[in-house]
Every structure is written in C-alpha cells, then in structure tokens.
C-alpha cells in the first residue's frame, strides 16, 4: 500500500513539473495552470483555478476578461474602520439584468460569472424552458461584523467577498422571491432549491433560509474558505 501511495506521489509530481516545464501538453481546461476560463464546463481543476485568483490579480483580470460580466476595476481602498478594499471591481452589467450595480473581490466576481453561466442559467432551463432574466441583490460590501455584533469576526461582506441574492426574474416576467416562494412546493421552491444546490459548487459559503432566520429572505454567497452549503 505503502509503495503505491508513493509511485502515485511520484507520478503526480512528475506529471506537474511536465506541465509547468511545458514538456507535456494539456487542453486549458484540464492544465492546473492555465488560467480559469468562466466558458468551460466547471471540472476536477474549477476550485484549484479559482483559489489561485485570490492573491493573483493578474490572473483574476484573466478570468474575467473571459466572462460575460461587464465590470470596472477599483482602486484599493486604504484601510478605513477596519475594511480596507483591495482587489475589488464594481460589477456594472452580465448575461443577467442586475437590481444596481455591486463591488466584489475579482474572485466573487468570477464565481458569479461561474455561477450564472453554469448553475443558475441551466437551473432555469430545466425547470421553466427559459433563462432567468435578472437577479435582485441586496448588496456585497458593508463595512461591519456578521450579525452587526460588535464582539464578533468581520463578515465577508467587510471586504466586498459576498453577495446576498433575494429574487429572481424570468425572461417571461415572472418574479421568484426567496421570502417567499422558498418553503412552497411547487415550481419555484424547487427552483430556489436547485439554485441554492448549484450555487455551492461555485462558492465557499452558501446560507439561505434553512440556516437561520437572518437569511430567511436571501441567499448568502461567499468566498469565506469554509465550506458550508445550508
């Protein structure tokens, strides 16, 4: 057991040091180090690619550039009540109608665009035959402690590395609200349900009304580093 753990490291060791070198070739979307395309089918690599964008703005520009989003970089904010803002780009426009305008850290934004394109937009097709037409937001960056309690961590929302999402507008008109239609039984509770399922697949944090109450009227999407889906 022992000895194949280790050929196992050895060859996987040696295959990355083929990638990095370029001794061998992969398509991008299967080479840990090409840069995250939003159009490709997320795989295996989407999570690892997406990590990579945190503390590589360069990168993070790259995978943009080839996501729909229509997006402005901001200049780094200095420190400011304890939220400096760095890395961050106000998202103008996407595939889908925005309620206003949002700042993100260029990984949210990019997991957005991942989102959108892969969970949400399919999501809508399966169960309605049309795509979702616009997202209300309550907003991403606030300046305070989750729950607003002053003896308590920063929220992600601190550092523009959180969107919370309250309703949905199909391409038809019709308007699915989380307060509303998530403990229903009918088409848009399972559509609400799906969209929370899917959204963990391109987000660290995902809470909706089944966590608490607080969030009995939004979904909650971050990039916090801990795994949570509720």
């Not at 490291?9 to 070739?25: E, N, Y």
């Not at 996501?67 to 426009?93: F, T």
């Not at 305070?144 to 919370?164: K, M, P």
Request: hydrophobic share 45%.
């Amino acid at each position: 057991m022992r000895r194949w753990l280790f050929g196992f490291f050895v060859a996987g060791a040696g295959l990355a040091l083929a990638l990095q070198q370029h001794w061998v070739t992969l398509p991008d979307r299967w080479n840990p180090w090409a840069p995250l395309d939003v159009r490709d089918e997320p795989n295996l690599l989407t999570r690892y690619k997406l990590w990579r964008l945190r503390d590589d703005p360069a990168l993070c520009r790259l995978a943009l550039q080839s996501s729909d989003l229509k997006a402005q970089p901001m200049a780094d904010s200095e420190p400011m009540a304890g939220c400096p803002l760095q890395n961050v780009w106000r998202v103008q426009a996407a595939d889908v109608r925005l309620s206003s305008s949002f700042l993100a850290s260029c990984p949210l934004a990019v997991s957005f665009a991942l989102f959108e394109r892969h969970g949400l937009q399919p999501v809508a097709r399966e169960i309605y035959g049309q795509p979702v037409a616009a997202v209300e937001h309550l907003g991403s960056f606030a300046c305070r402690n989750i729950y607003g309690r002053a003896d308590a961590r920063r929220s992600q929302h601190a550092t523009a590395n959180a969107l919370d999402i309250a309703a949905f507008r199909l391409a038809d008109g019709r308007r699915i609200v989380v307060a509303r239609d998530w403990s229903g039984d009918g088409d848009a509770a399972r559509f609400l349900h799906a969209v929370r399922n899917r959204a963990c697949g391109h987000f660290d944090g995902v809470l909706g009304p089944d966590y608490n109450r607080a969030h009995h009227d939004h979904f909650h999407l971050d990039l916090g580093g801990w795994q949570i889906c509720r």
